[in-house]
């Protein structure tokens, strides 16, 4: 996963875990509502401070929150330990879940030009037509 997708899954993390809308967590972090849906559609990048704020608010360190986190990282997550053990068990395999689910979907797309070769049939051009029209 590349860093601007490790911070939309942090943040989109943190809107669940507050239950909170896009607006109502820009607030909360004192950034505009528009940079943090930027951030949200991976389309643009924290200055360093920035990124140093919205670790901090975010419950995170900053290489925490660029980092890809898996399922061993989990539990170290020192906002999760606030949760209900049992939904914060729910919380992780869901996270889990959405991380796994997002890499799978971007290997799909890394190989979507060979998918379309194996799953689309070639239309077959029979050797006479080829042969007639090229002055073979």
Do not use: W
């Not at 896009?22 to 924290?46: D, H, M, V, W």
């Not at 395999?93 to 689910?101: A, F, G, Q, W």
Request: aromatic fraction near 4%; proline fraction near 4%; charge should be negative.
């Amino acid at each position: 996963m590349n860093m601007q997708k490790n911070i939309a899954a942090k943040i989109r993390f943190a809107m669940m875990q507050r239950n909170c809308s896009l607006e109502e967590l820009a607030r909360e972090l004192g950034i505009a509502r528009s940079t943090l849906q930027e951030y949200l559609r991976e389309n643009s990048n924290p200055r360093l401070d920035t990124l140093e704020l919205l670790a901090e608010k975010l419950g995170y360190t900053p290489a925490e929150l660029i980092s890809d986190v898996d399922a061993c990282q989990l539990h170290d997550l020192h906002h999760l330990h606030r949760l209900h053990p049992l939904l914060r068990l729910f919380a992780e395999t869901v996270y889990v879940e959405v991380i796994r689910m997002s890499e799978a979907l971007d290997q799909l797309d890394a190989q979507d030009d060979s998918l379309d070769e194996l799953l689309l049939p070639r239309p077959q051009i029979p050797d006479a037509l080829t042969n007639t029209h090229m002055g073979v």
